[in-house]
């Protein structure tokens, strides 16, 4: 549009600019040319285009991310997901079957992964991990066919320690014990610190994975229901442990919970180590999320920091962040260390000593900070691009989470669709991998109307017209 007597410059520009986004000419996530690219363009001033770009944010059309440029707002913002009611009993765990499914074939090359929370190869650094390998191959041939100290090797407990401080902790390299994946390290802790037949603390939903941990040490759950924004409620596990017998441990994803990436705050993570203190409950926190905030935001400190009394087991590994192939996982186990010591020496006696070497290697000299505001960003703009979409190609009346950081979207349909079924169509005639809802509770009945999205992959025209499918099966 060209500027009129009535019509500015700037206007007529920041009209025809809108006129495209609204035509999809810019989709949603799409970066503006630059302000030196559009001056050039339209002849005109660098700060005749400044004007235009506050015009259209005004507008609500665009937003400035710092140090990257003006990009297009995603439009519509879907309601969140509905808090469950808080029902207090324990019951056993039936999942397996459904997670080996959503695990097994979620994996599969010929479908499309939007069922396993995954990074992709793509975004991770493995040029740089595999040259580190090749490197210790080559140096350290004598010690990496050796068993590694059951602990770990010294190397990665010591980076491990000084990077603990980013979570607000202040750990020593023998306060960690180097397990395989955060798996292991749950599992130990489960193992250690649970009685047969006692109940756990869960967040509701919460990842199936760790429900299958519990189903298979023959515990009970307790799921407590959990806020899409703030998380589980202090309060309710207050009342929990007052109306339920035999609770062996509170098992949480504080940081960017899975599937909901909702985080708590520091005074609710402040009360919830109270609480279990005083009643000597053990806590295991999963943080394997933690390190993948939104840009620009500090990383979110854990619940360990708050710890005095050493009831809190800190679980996390490298596999949302580095390398998931690699198994490289740790628990930093407070009171528990010698107990849960002994159980990784019965159990798998040490993890390999080159993948220990590399992660060590790569967190010392492999600009591992650098590495993290790359994929936060990835992962941000990942979100917002699958949110958009899901507005965009989802039936009416679908709620979506509004992840705080992670790479999960957590998808809430009326009470009328089944998502098993959808997620079996799905994969049977599409090929494409979904995780329904069912098995993200101990009983495989709650959440039967909702899935979890994975946006670990990158944007394509194959996953827009897999989430394009999704939104005709489901309507």
Known sequence: MQPTATTPAYLALANSLETQVLANVFRPGDRLPSVRSLSGDHRLSMETVLHTLRVLEDRGLIEARPRSGFYIKFRTQLPEPLRQPLRLESSPVEVSKLRYQAFSVGNSKDVIPLSTAVPSPDILPTAKLGRIISAITRSATAEIVGYAAPAGHHKLRTQLARRSSDSGCLLKPEDFIVTNGAAEAISLALRTVCPPNSAVLVESPTYYGILEMIENLGLRVVELPTDPGTGVSPDDIEHAIQSIPKIGACLLVTNYSNPL??????????????????????????DIYGDLCP????RPVTTKAFDTKGFV??????????????????IAPGRFRDQILRLKTHQTLACPTITQLAIAEFLEHGSYDAHLRKIRTFFADQLRIFSSAVSQYFPAGVRVSRPQGGFVLWIEFDGKLDTTALAAHALNRHRIAIAPGCIFSANGKNFRNCLRLSCGFPWSARIEQAIKTLGLLSK
Do not use: F, N, Q, Y
Request: one cysteine or more; glycine letters at 8%.
């Open 261 to 286: 990436g909702c985080t708590m705050s520091v005074d609710k993570k402040k009360k919830l180590v109270s609480i279990l203190a005083k009643h000597e409950i053990p806590l295991i926190e999963d």
């Open 295 to 298: 840009p620009g935001d500090r």
């Open 313 to 330: 087991l800190l679980c996390s590994s490298i596999s949302k962040t580095l390398a998931p192939g690699l198994r490289v996982g740790w």
